[in-house]
């Protein structure tokens, strides 16, 4: 029993000892106070690429912030306008526009405390944190038409100021449209050596640009056969906002009667489902995808039906009876614009919204050839033109802003005569137009091509000229907001341009 009692004292001594320092320890704590500052434990934007689409960023914070402090001393440079909402511990903050494209941004946040601080009346504030993030850089992509380069898809980073061609040299692109991340574009092509744009299949290709946040890019110019036209010609298509369906407009080879509606739907990991059509009996004309990628819009007969893509279209979910084309969709869904044609030969614009409302934006004795809503404010903008009077018919074609809510024009610009075939694209952030200006072969004497691009009206391209115009912020109250702005001419040849997401 000694034996064993001499033994253990002196575990015992060490495990009192042990818990007499802890106590000590604990006590100095208590009488100290919280020694442990708060902090940011995680910032969900840290080092990510953002586009238009990315909207809010979260703050996770070690503890419960108070509010006003946090929201006080919450800088972004360079600003981003926004809101912020709170749920416990995360603090949510919402952009009011998107983030322009091709910077680079840095949050910081000092001198802000916890509840805890506040309600002891103590100095103690978080430790100074710094963060950083990116929008995507601005990015386009163009039909060329330089002998390397002509009829294939060009990609230009205006960022960076970097040129890739995308599409091999033994396809002439007829039409594209980008996938929501930017990371892919759909298209359709025909063989270069060929002059039939019936015979025109359906592609994709890659962009070499990552797409959602996170992810690494693929390697620029990986093609992809989508769908032949063995069988059916490929008219026209559209590919839905969310980018996981196609609609198609075809045609029977050999029938011409079978024409009509078809989709083509991708699932989550890119992998295409069956062709099907969308069954209804009316003929279509010209269509639109709807903002939710769950109805189209298609023209038929003197109006414009919504048909739904995956279910019975036989009925159709509405139906304008005025309105022959349909212009562009606001991002939500909740408005549109319409064209209605007149008897007298004119054209007006409408407004239609979700709840019934219609309202005439614009008249003209000429076209409406592109409308695009401003992703973050009541402005369409438009490319739009005017019967010049005198004997000779000629248009004249301009640029246009409409406050969608009051009904004011603004004219941007006003283009050369009689250069109907032009294309317009808003970027992403809205603070840019892109437009062409085609010269034909008409306007140039003894020009010889083989394999000729040709404008939508028939027209042999010869060359033309790309143009960005810069557009400021929209703004209620200044009328003169794009006064002094003027169009920049790219170094770049080429048509049809389109800004990237």
């Known amino acids: ?4 009692k001499s033994l253990i004292q002196p575990l015992d001594r060490a495990a009192v000892i042990v818990l007499l320092i802890l106590t000590l320890l604990i006590g100095l704590i208590i009488l100290q106070g919280d020694a442990v500052k708060p902090s940011v434990r995680d910032f969900s934007w840290e080092n990510a690429k953002i586009g238009a689409d990315d909207i809010n960023f979260s703050l996770r914070f070690s503890r419960p912030m108070d509010i006003e402090s946090v929201e006080n001393n919450l800088k972004i440079e360079p600003p981003l306008a926004g809101k912020i909402s709170w749920s416990g511990k995360r603090m949510v903050y919402t952009l009011l526009t998107p983030a322009p494209y091709g910077e680079k941004y840095t949050l910081e946040l000092q ?16 430790e100074p944190f710094k963060g950083s993030f990116f929008s995507r850089d601005r990015v386009i992509v163009y039909l060329g038409t330089e002998i390397k380069d002509r009829g ?3 990609l230009y980073n205006l960022t960076k100021q970097k040129k890739r061609i995308l599409t091999p040299k033994d396809l002439v692109v007829l039409d594209f449209e980008a996938f929501p991340q930017g990371d892919k574009i759909l298209f359709s092509a025909h063989a270069a050596n060929s002059q039939d744009s019936l015979s025109a299949q359906l592609y994709t290709v890659t962009t070499g640009i990552a797409g959602e946040i996170g992810k690494k890019a693929k390697p620029a110019g990986k093609l992809d056969l989508i769908l032949d036209s ?18 198609l407009q075809r045609a029977h080879q050999n029938n011409p009667s079978d024409f009509g509606l078809w989709f083509l739907t991708f699932d989550d990991r890119g992998k295409e489902g069956k062709l099907q059509p969308i069954n209804n009996e009316q003929p279509a004309g010209d269509f639109l995808i709807t903002p939710d990628s769950k109805a189209v819009a298609v023209a038929q007969g003197k109006g414009t039906a919504i048909l739904p893509i995956q279910t019975d279209a036989s009925k159709p979910l509405d139906f304008l009876p005025q309105f022959g084309v349909l212009q562009a969709f606001s991002k939500d869904g909740s408005q549109a614009v319409l064209v209605k044609f007149n008897t007298d030969y004119t054209r007006d614009l409408f407004l239609v919204t979700n709840q019934g409302t219609q309202k005439q934006l614009i008249k003209t004795t000429g076209s409406i050839l ?4 401003d992703p973050a404010s009541p402005t369409l903008y438009c490319l739009l033109t005017q019967l010049l009077p005198g004997e000779e018919y000629q248009e004249q074609p301009y640029l246009v802003s409409i406050n969608v809510k009051t009904g004011q024009q ?22 840019g137009l892109l437009f062409d200006q085609i010269v034909s072969e008409t306007d140039i004497s003894n020009v010889v091509r083989a394999n000729p691009l040709k404008t939508n009206d028939g027209q042999e391209i010869s060359t033309s000229s790309l143009w960005l115009m810069p557009l400021l912020p929209a703004s209620d109250n200044d009328a003169n907001i794009n006064a002094e702005l003027k169009p920049e001419k790219l170094p770049l040849v080429g048509f049809y341009p389109r800004w990237l997401p």
């Open 1 to 4: 029993m000694t034996t064993n």
């Open 111 to 126: 001198d802000a405390k916890d509840q805890f601080s506040v309600a002891k009346g103590t100095n103690k504030v978080i």
């Open 152 to 154: 294939r898809l060009v």
């Open 230 to 247: 063995k069988e059916y010609q490929i008219l026209k298509f559209d590919l839905s906002p969310d980018g996981k369906t196609i609609v």
């Open 370 to 373: 592109k409308c695009e809503f």
């Open 410 to 431: 603004k004219p941007i610009l006003v283009l050369p005569p009689d250069k109907r075939d032009l294309q317009m694209s808003l970027s992403p952030d809205g603070l």
